[in-house]
């Protein structure tokens, strides 16, 4: 439709594929110099990995092509292009969703710098485009939104303040117009995320994560935050659980295809042994598993979805299917 092409590399091999390009931009000279001198810090430093004057080994098209199975020239072809139209590269959210996930990120930012293009129309870098970014909204009603459930906690912080929160415990902060006053924070529990690498400052979040008396982590993944915490719980993966996802055109039977490896348990049982030894269990799982918990969320949508006149099938219909599509929402066909 686009008369798009589509050069397939590696799978995670951006990194080296990005190199490449930055290669030839920096030995064609096609690169924006002026640029890179008046907005960026460091770029010497990385030309000299770039050129192999640090490590002997030029990152070249040839080098790159048996890591990525693309072609030098394919590589070359495409670098010279970026440069004679205007270019905007873009990067979805599986980049980082992988080991060393955080240098395709700063490579896509340096090989944007050297084009020189960021903030001129169609050009630069855009990281975590949605991916549903232009396309047409669908009519599905909501899973997650559970009847009469309230987080009774209304006090919060902005998410990329959580640092300063464990060093700074009573310490008075400006924001959107409010204050907001830090709480002395003895316990964390971070599950299923890694907020290790969406600080700016490792050395400060290092510092930050030792001020609470102790720190949990549940995931499936050794993360970085995992390493540091003094408590690991190991979580199943989604092959390992039954569950229930959504977006806006479909709902999705997530059905369980294996066991859970070694010690891993899914997080409900995990919470749910927590909240009995604080005494909550029963308020905690309603008297529900694991699977009841799955139906009781499609009964929510069902009934959202039925008052809209979808005429959504029960349960055991939807879970044999696997899934559920539904039509794109005409009113938000011309949204931009």
């Known amino acids: 439709?686009?008369?798009?092409?589509?050069?397939?590399?590696?799978?995670?091999?951006?990194?080296?594929?990005?190199?490449?390009?930055?290669?030839?931009?920096?030995?064609?000279?096609?690169?924006?110099?002026?640029?890179?001198?008046?907005?960026?810090?460091?770029?010497?430093?990385?030309?000299?990995?770039?050129?192999?004057?640090?490590d002997g080994q030029p990152k070249s098209p040839e080098w790159a092509a048996?890591?990525?199975?693309?072609?030098?020239?394919?590589?070359?072809?495409?670098?010279?292009?970026?440069?004679?139209?205007?270019?905007?590269?873009?990067?979805?959210?599986?980049?980082?969703?992988a080991d060393h996930g955080s240098e395709p990120?700063?490579?896509?930012?340096?090989?944007?710098?050297m084009l020189g293009q960021i903030g001129k129309p169609g050009g630069g870098l855009q990281l975590g485009s949605a991916r549903t970014m232009g396309g047409p909204v669908g009519t599905a009603p909501g899973i997650s939104r559970l009847p009469g459930i309230a987080n009774p906690v209304k006090d919060f912080v902005p998410i990329n303040m959580w640092t300063d929160l464990l060093l700074n415990p009573g310490k008075t902060i400006d924001y959107d117009g409010q204050k907001i006053t830090y709480p002395d924070i003895k316990m964390v529990m971070w599950a299923g995320g890694n907020p290790f690498v969406h600080a700016m400052d490792l050395n400060r979040v290092v510092?930050?994560?030792?001020?609470?008396?102790?720190?949990?982590?549940?995931?499936?993944?050794?993360?970085?935050?995992?390493?540091?915490?003094?408590?690991?719980?190991?979580?199943?993966?989604?092959?390992?659980?039954?569950?229930?996802?959504?977006?806006?055109?479909?709902?999705?039977?997530?059905?369980?295809?294996?066991?859970?490896?070694?010690?891993a348990r899914d997080d409900f049982d995990i919470y749910a042994d927590i909240a009995d030894k604080l005494g909550v269990k029963d308020q905690f799982t309603e008297g529900k598993?694991?699977?009841?918990?799955?139906?009781?969320?499609?009964?929510t949508a069902q009934k959202e979805g039925n008052a809209r006149g979808?005429?959504?099938?029960?349960?055991?219909?939807?879970?044999?299917?696997?899934?559920?599509?539904?039509?794109?929402?005409?009113k938000q066909l011309n949204t931009v």
């Open 1 to 54: 439709y686009f008369n798009t092409e589509h050069i397939a590399i590696r799978p995670n091999t951006d990194t080296a594929f990005m190199l490449a390009l930055a290669h030839v931009l920096y030995t064609e000279k096609l690169h924006d110099q002026a640029f890179l001198d008046k907005y960026t810090v460091g770029f010497s430093q990385f030309a000299d990995y770039l050129t192999g004057k640090t």
């Open 66 to 97: 048996p890591i990525t199975d693309v072609s030098a020239d394919a590589i070359r072809n495409l670098a010279r292009r970026m440069t004679k139209n205007r270019t905007t590269l873009m990067g979805g959210y599986s980049l980082q969703r």
């Open 105 to 113: 990120v700063w490579m896509m930012v340096t090989l944007a710098a």
């Open 207 to 263: 510092k930050a994560w030792q001020r609470p008396e102790v720190t949990i982590v549940n995931d499936f993944n050794w993360t970085p935050t995992a390493k540091f915490a003094d408590i690991v719980l190991p979580a199943t993966t989604t092959l390992e659980r039954n569950d229930i996802a959504a977006s806006s055109h479909y709902i999705l039977a997530m059905k369980k295809i294996a066991d859970p490896l070694f010690e």
């Open 289 to 299: 598993d694991e699977m009841a918990w799955v139906q009781q969320m499609y009964a």
């Open 310 to 330: 979808l005429n959504m099938p029960d349960f055991q219909t939807f879970w044999d299917r696997e899934y559920l599509s539904f039509p794109d929402d005409p």
